[in-house]
Every structure is written in C-alpha cells, then in structure tokens.
C-alpha cells in the first residue's frame, strides 16, 4: 500500500498549562510527538508529514525523524484546518493518506495496521479508528444509522442527551485515499468554538456519497488522548507498564516495578537485577549478569555483563566493561571509560577519563581528564588538578602505578609505568617509569612542645582575668 502518514501537532494545548508544546511532554521519556513518529516510521510510509504550529523551530530540533516534512499551521484554528495545512506536502502523493495525533502516543503499529488493512478491503474512501470508552466525555462520539453505518462524529460540546450516551469514540486516526482528501474543504468552521473539526469529514463524505466507516478495533488504553498532567501520567504508567514487562519477559529480575523507571530506548541482558529506584534513561544498554542496586541513574551509558553498580550512584554517557563494579555514592559523567574489573568506590569523581583493567579508586577521588592504565591504585583523596582556570589539561598514569593517598596531580602530568608516589605528595613534574616521587616536607618531631603550650595559654587565661576583675 502506498502510505503518507500526517501527524498532527499544532495544536494549543491549553490544558497542559505550559511553555513547553503539549506534544514534547514526555511519556517514560520521550517526547509524546516521538513516540507517535516511531511507530509511524514501523508502517514505512513514502511521506511522514508533521504539522506544527508557532513552537515548529523547538519541536523539529526535539524530534528524530530525518524523513518527516513539517508543514506549517500558523494558527490553531482546529484539526480539520491542521490537516489542510498538510495539503500542500501531500500534492503528487497517489495513496492512503493515515492522519495520526501528535498526543496519542500509546497506539501500536500493529493496531494501525490492522486498521489500514480493514480500509482497503472495505474499499472506502474514508476511514475512522474508534474504541470503546469507560467514560467517553473527553471525545468525539461515533453516531451511527439503525443499520450501524456511520452519519457523523459529535463532540461533547455538541452532543444531544442520545448522543451523549455513546461510548463508542473517535481515536482522531483516520485513512483517507488521497482522492477524497478534498472533502476537508466542504468544512465549515464549528459553530460553538469556530474552528474546523477534521470529525466532520465523515459527515462531508457522506454527503458525497463516499464510503465511510468507523472501525471499532482499538482499545481505550492505548488510543487514550494526552490533553491533561493527569493524563500524561496515565499514559507514562501504562508505557512503564509495558517496557518493565518485556524486560522482564525476557529474563530481567526487576525487584520493584512501582519504582523502576526505564526509558523506551534502553536494553538489558539476561539474568540482570534490577533493584528498586532505579532510572536506566536514554540508550543505556546493560549487559546480562549485571546488579544495579537502589537509587542509581544510568544515562546514555553502556555497561557490561557481570558489572556491580552500588548504591546511589550516577553514570552519563560513559562505559563500564565486563566485571567492573561502581559505587556506593560515585559519579560517573560524561566521556568516561571503565576498564573490566576495575573498582571505583565511595565519593569517587570521574570526569573524561579512562580507568584501565583492573584499577582501583575506592575512596574520595577526582580523576578528571586522565588517562589510567591498567593494574593501578589510586590512594584516598587522590586529585588531578586538570583545570589552571583557563584551560584543562590531562594527566596520564601508567599500567602498575601506585598513587598513594592524599596525592595532587597537578596536569599536565605523566606519571610512568610501575612508578610509585607517596602519600601527601603535590605531582607537579613528570614521574620517571619505576621510580619513586616524594614533594612533601621531611617531618620533624620537637619534643614536649604541646606540654609546654598548655601552661603557657594557662598563665595567659589567668593574667586576662585578673586584669577583668580590677
Ligand atoms: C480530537 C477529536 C476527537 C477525538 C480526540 C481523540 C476533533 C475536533 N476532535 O479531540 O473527536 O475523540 O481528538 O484523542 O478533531 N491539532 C492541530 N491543530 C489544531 C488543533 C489540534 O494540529 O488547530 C492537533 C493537536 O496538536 C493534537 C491533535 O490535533 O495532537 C488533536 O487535537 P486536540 O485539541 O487534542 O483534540 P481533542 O479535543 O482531543
Ligand atoms: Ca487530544
């Protein structure tokens, strides 16, 4: 079948009580208006129109879609003027036309194709996706004839106590064959809100004498409209919903549903467990075997198999390879590179660098813009100083290093391969391979001297109160 999709973003959003366009509210992470683009992508059309209103310049730099055509509705002047804004992208176009809204972000590809099939083995020139509705007052009710062909879609502000009563709704899907695409300029505007309902080409087709009908394949869930936070929320726990059940199927321990958040576009491996607060975001991929335990967030991060992530701790746009373990309380941002079998432990920073196999941080640490090999232990409150305020600099330490505890790495900085440094000690020139560097001062013990402080600040004291009291 020859396929354009429209998808239909102008709108005001009113109810949203936002700057921000009701189509990028996100649902378990992505924008809403994504999410109806990435299941329109499944249905592999020639066309992928958007049409977006004011806010276009914010929601083309949002939306990943590099074969989407935005068109342009200058004023939101309702769904039916919205989609004779699509118009001029869809000139040429031969085919079905599939109108989608940009705030139904549940509906599945599968449902959509159901639905085009049923179109084109009816032969109609017009189409409509409905559902069911528990309660239906939030959308366009579906009037049929005694014999059950569809007159018209009704809006709840225009409804009549009969038509009230319907629960069979409009999804705001609808295929239409490019050749009855004219239908939308018979339209006239809605008399109570003066804007033009795309509803009313059922009507108009009708009118014709086009064939049209209403399938009522889709189920309230997943055709449910975003207009409201409340709704938003809805939608983003049945999406949760979803994603933990399919990680889950496929062989995830996920230990408290209620309190994991997992974006649409992460995966994990076999035999992972997941612990409960725990947000995995973006393209996070984890590896089987691994353990994240409570109140960690992964972001955009790549983690092995068999990798121990502890408690409260935060990793951006970074990898941890096979068997390393991270945390408690670390932070992990962007450009970061953990070695298999590497340690970094408690209140430890990494910044842009890479911890070779088998290294070590475990306590209160900054490594920033380095370079570490393999086999290396980095002591207590061990700091690269990688910034001189203006610019930053880079410290590299080699395979088998010993950096003892209390150590400032002033970069640029080498520091050679099996070299040790002492505790206490400010690097702040290069370190010979397999030597030993020591920069603090040579300790010096004066015997009694605290003893003798004591009755000196005594005396003080009493000399201070005599003088008050006179
Ligand atoms: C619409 C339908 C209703 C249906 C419901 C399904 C109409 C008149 N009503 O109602 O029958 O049951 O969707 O969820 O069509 N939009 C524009 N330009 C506009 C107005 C809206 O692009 O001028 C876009 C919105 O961004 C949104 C979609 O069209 O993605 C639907 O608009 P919305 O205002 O949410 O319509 P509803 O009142 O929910
Ligand atoms: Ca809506």
Redesign the pocket.
């Known amino acids: 079948m020859n396929l354009s999709c429209v998808i239909?973003?102008?709108?005001?959003?009113t109810r949203m009580k936002s700057a921000l366009p009701?189509?990028l509210h996100r649902v378990s992470g992505i924008p809403m208006l994504q999410a109806v683009v990435d299941t329109a992508k499944k249905l592999s059309p020639k066309r992928t129109v958007i049409?977006t209103?004011k806010q276009r310049s914010l929601i083309e730099t949002t939306i990943e879609c590099k074969s989407a055509v935005y068109a342009i509705?200058e004023?939101?002047?309702?769904?039916?003027?919205?989609l004779r804004c699509a118009r001029p992208a869809l000139r040429s176009f031969r085919g079905v036309i599939l109108v989608l809204?940009?705030?139904?972000p549940l509906l599945g590809a599968h449902t959509l194709k159901r639905f085009l099939n049923l179109h084109r083995k009816n032969g109609n020139a017009i189409s409509v996706l409905s559902f069911e509705a528990e309660n239906p007052d939030?959308?366009?009710r579906i009037v049929r004839d005694g014999s059950g062909q569809v007159l018209s879609?009704v809006?709840e502000k225009d409804t009549d106590s009969t038509q009230k009563k319907v629960k069979e709704?409009?999804?705001?899907v609808y295929a239409i064959d490019h050749g009855a695409l004219d239908v939308l300029d018979e339209i006239e505007a809605?008399r109570k809100k003066g804007?033009y309902?795309?509803?009313d080409i059922i009507a108009a087709a009708s009118l014709r004498g086009l064939r049209a009908s209403a399938f009522c394949i889709g189920t309230e869930e997943e055709?449910m409209?975003v207009?409201t936070r409340e709704e938003l929320y809805r939608a983003s726990l049945v999406l949760r919903r979803r994603i933990l059940g399919k990680w889950m199927e496929r062989g995830v321990t996920i230990l408290d549903a209620g309190s994991v958040f997992i974006h649409p576009g992460v995966s994990i491996g076999k035999e992972t467990v997941i612990y409960p607060n725990v947000h995995l975001e973006g393209n996070t991929r984890i590896g089987k075997n691994s353990i994240i335990y409570p109140n960690v967030r992964i972001q955009n991060s790549r983690i092995g198999d068999g990798v121990i992530i502890k408690d409260s701790t935060l990793i951006e746009d970074s990898r941890i390879a096979d068997r390393a373990s991270v945390g408690p309380f670390a932070r992990i941002r962007p450009g970061s590179k953990i070695g298999r079998e590497a340690r970094i432990g408690n209140f430890v920073e990494i910044k842009k660098a890479s911890i070779g196999k088998a290294s070590k941080a475990s306590h209160l640490s900054y490594i920033g813009d380095a370079v570490v090999g393999m086999n290396v232990n980095i002591g207590a409150g061990t700091i690269t100083c990688n910034y001189d305020g203006v610019d930053k600099h880079k410290t590299e330490i080699g395979d088998g290093v010993f950096i003892g505890s209390g150590t400032e790495l002033v970069a640029p900085v080498r520091v050679g391969k099996g070299a040790y440094v002492g505790a206490g000690t400010t690097v702040t020139e290069n370190v010979p391979a397999y030597s030993l560097a020591m920069s603090r001062m040579r300790q010096r013990n004066i015997e009694g001297w605290a003893r003798k402080r004591k009755s000196k600040v005594k005396s003080q004291k009493s000399r201070v109160k005599n003088a008050e009291q006179r």
């Open positions: 239909l973003a102008a709108g005001l959003g009701k189509v049409v209103g509705q004023e939101a002047k309702g769904t039916g003027h919205a809204n940009g705030d139904t939030d959308y366009g879609i809006e709704v409009n999804s705001g809605n804007e309902y795309l509803t055709c409209g207009n």
